[in-house]
Nanobody, 130 residues
């Protein structure tokens, strides 16, 4: 069974940090790009960060550049994708989703759109208080 499980969300004050983790199992996820997206109440799901299967290519939304860092660990049977979030702002409040997809073993694939991914986690809530 293919699944992505996010963890690490919570409540933090503005200026604080959180680290989200996504554990991928049940498929050769290490061959695929991974991404983080977020959705705030009443808003569409939006791109946050993405990383190619080797980790060579990373993309970030303008709103998080310089504050968030995406990374991945392609262990033999599992993949872990991290999103380190620093200098958090109230506008970062949302449910954060991990996603996997793209062309297997593509060195450049790190799509910034939800349509670029076909497997999604259940999400983890991040709340930043002012």
């Amino acid at each position: 069974q293919m699944q992505l499980v996010e963890s690490g969300g919570g409540l933090v004050q503005a200026g604080g940090s959180l680290r989200l983790s996504c554990a991928a199992s049940g498929r050769t996820f290490r061959a695929y790009a991974m991404g983080w997206f977020r959705q705030a109440p009443g808003k569409e799901r939006e791109f946050v960060a993405a990383i190619s299967w080797t980790g060579e290519i990373t993309n970030y939304a303008d709103s998080v550049k310089g504050r968030f860092t995406i990374s991945r660990d392609n262990a033999k049977n599992t993949v872990t994708v991290l999103l380190q979030m620093n200098s958090l702002k109230p506008e970062d409040t949302a449910v954060y989703y991990c996603a996997a997809g793209g062309t297997a073993y593509s060195r450049t694939y790190a799509d910034t759109t939800p349509n670029g991914y076909d497997v999604w986690g259940q999400g983890t809530q991040v709340t930043v208080s002012s």
